[in-house]
């Protein structure tokens, strides 16, 4: 009897990844996404030097493209470097910018980074650890932002409005560098302890039906689930 079932678990899991690959979709489970960076002619990279001698990337989008760019996938790598910083301001007042994956090795994000992004609908995070302050203010529309449990540091009024929050941690292990008015204004829902949360992404192609970023088309929560804690309304005390 339990191996009938296991057979059948199996064979439904089988047809749903079947189904959402003949459907264009991909599951994501919590931050691994694993996607071709696209064109990178409308970013601008800076080389900068660490202490130990070695050198990284800070990356923003080129002043030109400000108000064009739609989607973006950020390159692990560039010229041989990592790439690993946003810019502070580095995305800011993207006005049609509605998709962006960065890459696991981009480890901080800079104040401001994406504020005015007012289309902005879904960002992938990775593995960052640090987010400066107003990071994502005025972005009105973006949806399943998922903060993983690699972030050690985020600044104050990181994100506003009523968009829904999903947190990899419990709220009670939240690293004290998290400032305590992180989401300062936000009035929507904050989903803790959310390793198991799924998203399902769809790829955005253009005219030469080449992949140039990632819609996010569903979010599994596992609200059910008795260790999720659901917050509403302001932030608690």
């Known amino acids: 009897m339990k191996t009938e079932r296991v057979r059948k678990t199996v064979a439904g899991l089988v047809l749903a990844v079947a189904l959402l690959l003949c459907a264009g979709l991909f599951l994501v489970p919590n931050r691994t ?68 994956v960065l890459p696991e090795s981009i480890t901080k994000i800079g104040a401001s980074a994406f504020i005015n992004c007012t289309k902005l609908e879904t960002i992938h995070l990775g593995q960052v650890e640090s987010i400066g302050k107003n990071a994502f203010i005025n972005c009105h529309k973006l949806q399943g932002l998922f903060l993983p449990e690699t972030l050690t540091t985020v600044g104050t009024n990181v994100v506003q409005n009523a968009n829904t929050i999903y947190v990899e941690s419990a709220e009670e292990a939240l690293p004290t560098t998290w400032d305590a008015k992180w989401r300062d204004g936000h009035t929507g829902l904050v989903v803790y302890n959310a390793q198991n949360t799924e998203f399902t992404y769809s790829p955005v192609e253009d005219e030469e039906s080449k992949v140039i970023g990632y819609d996010l088309v569903g979010i599994n929560a596992n609200t059910d689930e008795k260790n999720i804690v659901v917050y509403t309304s302001v932030q608690p005390e």
């Open 33 to 100: 996404m694993e996607v071709e960076a696209t064109d990178v002619s409308m970013l601008s990279f800076i080389k900068i030097k660490d202490s130990d001698g070695t050198f990284h990337y800070r990356v923003n989008v080129s002043g030109t493209y400000r108000t064009v760019v739609e989607h973006v996938v950020i390159p692990s790598v560039y010229r041989d470097t990592p790439v690993t910083e946003i810019k502070s301001s580095g995305f800011a007042t993207c006005t049609n910018l509605k998709s962006v």
